[in-house]
């Protein structure tokens, strides 16, 4: 039995992919309590709560990209939403998220890579807690446009620090640019609350 800094170390420290789908196999029983009992972990309800506040639709259907364990969707059924699918990279941790049973389908993809979905399926997009240190690159930003509908939106969170340590802006920027999306706020919020760690909460709408 791994111990828990073990485990969290080999999220922080993953070098590749494997090491990363790796140590989610070792977290998945424990992420939610670790996550949001342990350190507070708030970007879940906050990003189902921010994308909801622009869409206001309980008919959309939303893809959760990274859905882990299934915290995005519990908060946005809270909100009344039922047509939602899941993606994530970990079949341990979509397994989980199956199990809560809130989503029609449940993709096994890596969002760093061209998805095998096609052009302007969704009303919206949201992820939570992926956009971070060694998870997904820039690159599924575009991927993220592509899948959604015009007019639709997109709601993720990106952990501080991490903001800045990739090149999230510089891809947001240039998808505003070629007009694929517009921005329509970047939001300072919680994300560790116990821990004071913060995160931007970024939306844009489909053009
Ligand atoms: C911190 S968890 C967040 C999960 C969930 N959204 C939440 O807020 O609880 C990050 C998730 O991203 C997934 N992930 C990491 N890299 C990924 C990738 N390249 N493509 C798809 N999912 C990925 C992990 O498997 C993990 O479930």
Known sequence: MIS?????DKVYTARTHAELMDAYKDWAGDYEEDTVGGFGYVAPKIAADVLHGHLDDPTALILDAGCGT????????AQGYSNMDALDYSPDMLARAERKGLYHTHLNA???RPLDIADDSYDAVVSAGTFTYGHVDASALGELARITKPGGFITITIRDGAFDDHDYPEKMR??????????I????????????????VCTFQII
């Open 4 to 8: 828990k800094n073990k485990i969290l």
């Open 174 to 183: 240039e998808l505003e640019t070629k007009r694929t999306w517009k921005q």
């Open 110 to 112: 890596d969002l760093s």
């Open 70 to 77: 299934g915290l995005v969707g519990e908060a946005l059924s």
């Open 185 to 200: 706020e970047i939001r300072d919020e919680d994300y560790l609350q116990k821990e004071g760690v913060g995160c931007k």
